[in-house]
Nanobody
Framework: QVQLVESGGGSVQAGGSLRLSCSAS????????MGWFRQAPGKEREFVAH???????AYADSVKGRFSISREKVKYTVHLQMNNLKPEDTAVYYC???????????WGQGTQVTVSS
């Protein structure tokens, strides 16, 4: 169906920046939006941001003003620019592709982001 490959995780000190990327392949015609979720140890997976192909974007309140999602149309690739990172942003970040009904068509394997104080 749809395959997603993430890159760009790592470790950074508080206040630093990281950029995550996610590239889709396979049946990309199924994709209506792409975005990111994250899961910290012992917590539920939570929404971070998404971008619809219409151009609309949405962000979790906890990352508004610090994170920015963008898309490369030709390559079915999205980037998550994360600035002013905080220790509470530490989590495994998962890329997801959504179909027009809003269902998760696919998930990436996850990439670790660690922010130290």
């Amino acid at each position: 169906q749809v395959q997603l490959v993430e890159s760009g995780g790592g470790s950074v000190q508080a206040g630093g920046s990281l950029r995550l990327s996610c590239s889709a392949s396979g049946r990309t015609s199924l994709i209506y939006a792409m975005g990111w979720f994250r899961q910290a140890p012992g917590k539920e997976r939570e929404f971070v941001a998404h971008k619809r192909w219409s151009g609309d974007t949405a962000y979790a309140d906890s990352v508004k003003g610090r994170f920015s999602i963008s898309r490369e149309k030709v390559k079915y690739t999205v980037h998550l620019q994360m600035n002013n990172l905080k220790p509470e942003d530490t989590a495994v970040y998962y890329c997801t592709a959504l179909d027009p009904a809003g269902r998760h068509a696919s998930w990436g394997q996850g990439t670790q982001v660690t922010v130290s104080s």
